[in-house]
């Protein structure tokens, strides 16, 4: 009995990789943890968009409005897109250049490690799971997948 294998398809638009059910099934879990936790952080903010600028305004960012409600809009914006498995490379790569963005901006200043605590983890976490997210692309289980279907 032989595994499964996987290949690339090169079609108009972006490479879709091909994947076994446990890669694609593992993918969907990865998405809607992510996606999920990101629409919980963002939600609030968007309810009150004061507490997303005013940090932004404490940590002496440049255009607090403006990246606050950049932090905003992508926590609920690639949330949202992540539970839909919709424009997931785009989106992966959104969220690692946000969460980098940041984790240099609020932590690295502080360093990476403050009263023996990791700081700013979440963040990178975050990062990586767009990393990996920018690619592999949302797997079988997704709305690119449907689409891509859809084409062909």
Known sequence: MTAPTT???????????????TASTGLLVLRLVAGALLLVHGVPKL????TATGYAAAL?????????????????????????GL??????????????GIWLLAH???GFLVDGQVNGENALLYAALGLVLALTGAGRF???????RRRR
């Open 47 to 50: 309810a009150d968009p004061a």
């Open 60 to 84: 002496q960012v440049p255009g607090p409005t403006f990246f606050g409600w950049l932090s905003i809009l992508g926590e609920v914006g690639l949330g949202t897109l992540l539970l839909l």
């Open 87 to 100: 424009a997931t490379r785009v989106a992966g790569t959104l969220l690692l250049a946000q969460m980098a």
């Open 108 to 110: 690295a200043p502080q």
């Open 7 to 21: 290949g690339t398809v090169r079609t108009d638009g972006p490479q879709v990789v091909r994947s076994t059910t």
């Open 142 to 148: 997704s709305a690119d997948a449907v689409l891509l």
